[in-house]
């Protein structure tokens, strides 16, 4: 699901500019970059810098934002002129529409011409990291989710990222009092996932992982009592690195619940969960609604942490 966005007109501010009948920035003006007194956080994820989370400003609009955010590059800027290698820019300006003086929103949007719009009126975007041994289903359930589609081959997944834009009803306001006839505010976040390769004995978790995400989905298979041994290494790993960010441990392949494959049940998973204090699932990836839960329950645990520390 990809929300339409905002209208927005280009500044006109004189903050830069474009002529889109020429390619020769030499005479554009470049952005006035936002002083790092008046910015402690990135404007897009919102969390603070730190030695860790570096700030980087928009060669194109000026604003801030952190390493997770974007680690794009680009030429042909307003003020620089032509031959001027890569500069660094926010992931809106990076895709912006040269022959329009436009950008997309998001690499899921490709029709050209979309509107420029601010930071403050994009998704909130959330990172969530997939975790567990090799062969326990996380590739299959970021499938499921994102293309309602089951792949039961297994391949072994190097890396990826996917983004997925979600819209989380704000159930404190269900009780508003508008005759039920309208439907629920709500906030639209942009979840991105990644999908980590399978964790081995020897690499359990590698902290670069670490770096801009807010929660954890750790997978094990209810058929692998060795994934499920594994859970307790790799959350022991990730607390060293992120000792607060919400996780929850999901187990895989209920769907064989009345095989005789099944290893560990499901309250020996609950039981595990609470012991470490996460959230705990079964599921399966063979249905595209038992899949879904798992992301939106991740999400609200992010958002439920969020809360807490405001």
Request: aromatic share 6%; with cysteine; proline share 6%.
């Amino acid at each position: 699901m990809v929300s339409t966005p905002s209208t927005h007109s280009l500044p006109s501010s004189g903050s830069f500019s474009l002529n889109n009948n020429n390619n020769n920035n030499n005479n554009s003006v470049r952005p006035n970059w936002k002083p790092d007194t008046d910015v402690n956080a990135c404007e897009k994820c919102r969390l603070t810098f730190t030695l860790i989370r570096r700030r980087h400003h928009c060669r194109r609009c000026g604003g801030i934002f952190c390493d997770a955010c974007s680690s794009n590059r680009r030429t042909g800027l307003p003020g620089f002129p032509s031959g001027t290698p890569p500069q660094r820019v926010c992931d809106t300006c990076f895709l912006m529409d040269k022959g329009l003086g436009e950008v997309l929103v998001n690499d899921s949007m490709v029709a050209p011409g979309l509107p420029y719009v601010p930071f403050e009126n994009r998704p909130k975007e959330r990172r969530v990291c997939i975790l567990g041994h090799a062969g326990v289903g996380k590739s299959a359930l970021l499938q499921q989710f994102t293309h309602r589609q089951f792949v039961e081959d297994y391949t072994p997944t190097i890396a990826q990222t996917q983004r997925v834009v979600l819209k989380r009803p704000l159930l404190a306001s269900s009780n508003s009092g508008d005759g039920g006839g309208a439907s629920l505010p709500h906030d639209t976040y942009e979840l991105v996932i990644i999908d980590s390769a399978g964790q081995s004995s020897c690499d359990v978790f590698q902290p670069s992982l670490s770096v801009g995400t807010h929660g954890y989905v750790i997978v094990y298979s209810i058929t692998d009592r060795v994934s499920f041994a594994e859970v307790c290494e790799i959350h022991e790993r990730l607390r060293e690195c992120h000792p607060n960010a919400p996780v929850l441990v999901v187990g895989n392949k209920s769907d064989l619940e009345r095989s005789t494959e099944r290893a560990i049940t499901a309250a020996e998973g609950a039981a595990l969960a609470a012991e470490l204090s996460c959230g705990f699932l079964e599921c399966t990836a063979t249905k595209a609604n038992v899949a879904t839960a798992v992301f939106y329950t991740i999400l609200d645990m992010i958002v439920a942490a969020e809360a807490v520390v405001c």
